[in-house]
């Protein structure tokens, strides 16, 4: 899908990226789609400006800022992408306004005490300045261990009921990925100083649980094959998966490899692959399981002559 039509059905743009429409975004350090940058970090001591430069100097993608107060916003306005207000601002109402005025698109934190009319009044209050590009971002508790503790159903009730682009706020722990994107996140927000091993195993939730769970609608040929790559991904994942246990049955069953093979329960799990793919039907799902099992068996065949030898 194009970037103007994931725009036309509600996507929030940062730079050329859609948050919203589309693939989960992530939103990090270094090997994420977007990156940001909290000036709170530095007590408002390095300009925006210069925070951004510094960015730039390897990445040329879209930026995002958290201020540290109303005066870096003059240079966010002129060097970013969009404004984050952190979980700690999102009740300082002059300054949502300020940030809203800017025109450039918002991410909103959730306060940890926030109630969800709290949250999605922040963003009325942007609307209310003419500005209706506004993410949010469902940013839970830290633990007393460093760990994020998420509301995921909050984040779903906050999606559903302002029809907005919601992210999820992991922090440094990267192993929440997967269950905020089962959860119907539209982004991850990683933090600043995530490192590329972290955004990396972001990304990797994304196109295997995304693939799941997200049905997609390309229109264009780069759209659809990016589409297809993020499905091939987590059909590695289960043929990987799926081979080792076929593995574990060889080595249980008392007559193994194709010898073995049980060709009516081959058959009832064809039909109840053809009831979650339909279009497919049990004629063609039966030649790809064929040729699934059989690798699979080949597999099994191999290993157990290595294991002998």
Not at 65 to 88: R, T
Request: proline letters at 4%; charged letters at 25%; glycine letters at 10%.
């Amino acid at each position: 899908m194009s970037l103007t039509a994931r725009l036309e059905r509600g996507a929030v743009g940062l730079g050329t990226l859609a948050v919203g429409a589309g693939p989960v975004v992530v939103i990090g350090g270094a090997g994420a789609d977007a990156r940001w940058i909290n000036l709170r970090d530095h007590h408002g001591r390095v300009p925006a400006a210069e925070s951004v430069a510094a960015v730039r100097a390897d990445w040329s993608g879209p930026v995002l800022v958290e201020p540290f107060s109303v005066a870096d916003l003059p240079e966010i306005a002129a060097n970013a992408a969009g404004v984050v207000v952190g979980a700690a601002w999102m009740q300082d109402f002059q300054l949502v306004r300020a940030v809203a005025r800017l025109g450039l698109p918002v991410l909103v934190q959730r306060a940890p005490s926030a109630t969800l009319e709290e949250w999605l009044a922040i963003a009325d209050y942007c609307v209310a300045e003419g500005n209706d590009s506004v993410v949010l971002c469902e940013s839970g508790s830290r633990t007393h261990l460093g760990g994020v503790t998420l509301d995921l159903a909050l984040m779903r009730a906050a999606r559903e009921k302002s029809g907005r682009p919601v992210l999820a706020d992991l922090g440094g722990d990267p192993a929440l990925a997967a269950a905020a994107v089962a959860a119907g996140a539209d982004g991850l927000l990683l933090s600043p100083g995530a490192t590329e091993q972290e955004a990396l195993a972001a990304h990797e939730a994304v196109k295997i649980v995304g693939a799941v769970t997200r049905r997609e609608d390309p229109d264009s040929l780069l759209t659809a094959r990016d589409a297809i790559d993020r499905v091939d991904a987590a059909l590695a994942v289960l043929l990987e998966r799926r081979a080792e246990l076929a593995g574990t049955i060889q080595r249980l069953k008392p007559v193994g490899g194709f010898a073995g093979r049980d060709m009516d329960r081959e058959r009832r799990l064809v039909a109840d692959m053809a009831r979650r793919a339909p279009t497919l039907g049990e004629d063609r799902l039966a030649l790809i399981m064929n040729a699934v099992i059989e690798a699979g068996l080949h597999l099994a065949e191999e290993r157990m002559t290595t294991h002998r030898g």
